[in-house]
């Protein structure tokens, strides 16, 4: 167990539906990060988060958007869902705003979209 | 922009034996930090090793050790004595100069380990 906790594990839904992916970062971690991992386009970083506040934005659709609150868990809401969007998505935190080495990452959210 | 080429889509290696995966990456920065994980079919990422731009020796966790030539811009991972477990895909990474938070990952090297 890393200690970063992503819920759901699997997720299946249609087409233009909306869902929201949890994150709880590890104990004493203030940052959190998303990934996504699709087979066509690999690892991308979407968004950080440093203590509740937007740090750095990637490769993230209009379409999505996230948030960290005030316990530190973060959310990544994904709306008018496309097959495209069907991905593996992580969430990783580490301590600080910067950092010497890896984070730690979650086990992921599996979306599939029908 | 930052870039990280892994050309060996696929790799095998015989229990035992020693493999090297390479990572070549591409960078203005002058600080930069490079990284290794490795992402077993099960799905999580395991982060194995890192090395930075101004570390002077090659960093080394346990069987696994980064093969850092900086002025060809390679960060290759070497793992001793491989065992079956450690099957997997591995991924290099790089964080780029001070200030940014995001690691940019290559498309990975499929390793199989044959008893």
């Known amino acids: 167990d890393s200690g970063v906790t992503q819920t759901p594990k699997h997720l299946i839904t249609a087409t233009g539906q909306r869902v929201t992916l949890r994150c709880s970062p590890r104990?004493?971690?203030?940052?959190v990060y998303w990934y996504q991992q699709s087979l066509d386009q690999g690892l991308q970083f979407l968004i950080q988060y440093y203590n509740g506040e937007e740090r750095a934005k990637g490769n993230i659709l209009e379409r999505f958007s996230a948030q960290q609150f005030p316990d530190l868990h973060s959310e990544l809401n994904l709306s008018s869902l496309e097959l495209g969007d069907s991905a593996l998505y992580f969430c990783a935190s580490s301590v600080g705003r910067d950092f010497n080495y890896g984070y730690t990452f979650g086990s992921g959210t599996r979306l599939t979209v029908v | 922009a930052q870039k990280i080429t892994q050309t060996q889509p696929g790799m095998f290696v015989q229990e035992k034996e020693a493999v090297t995966l390479d990572c070549t990456y591409d960078?203005?920065?002058?600080?930069?930090?490079l990284f290794w994980y490795k992402q077993p079919s099960s799905g999580e990422m395991i982060f194995l090793i890192y090395q930075g731009s101004y570390d002077e020796q090659n960093a080394t966790e346990g069987r696994y050790s980064l093969n850092f030539q900086k002025a060809r811009k390679s960060a290759n991972l070497v793992i001793s004595a491989s065992q079956l477990g450690d099957s997997a895909m591995y991924f290099c990474?790089?964080?780029?100069?001070?200030?940014?938070?995001?690691?940019?990952f290559g498309k990975g090297t499929k390793l199989s380990v044959i008893p």
């Open positions: 104990s004493g971690d203030l940052s």
């Open positions: 960078t203005s920065d002058q600080s930069y930090g």
């Open positions: 990474a790089m964080r780029p100069g001070a200030g940014s938070y995001q690691l940019t």
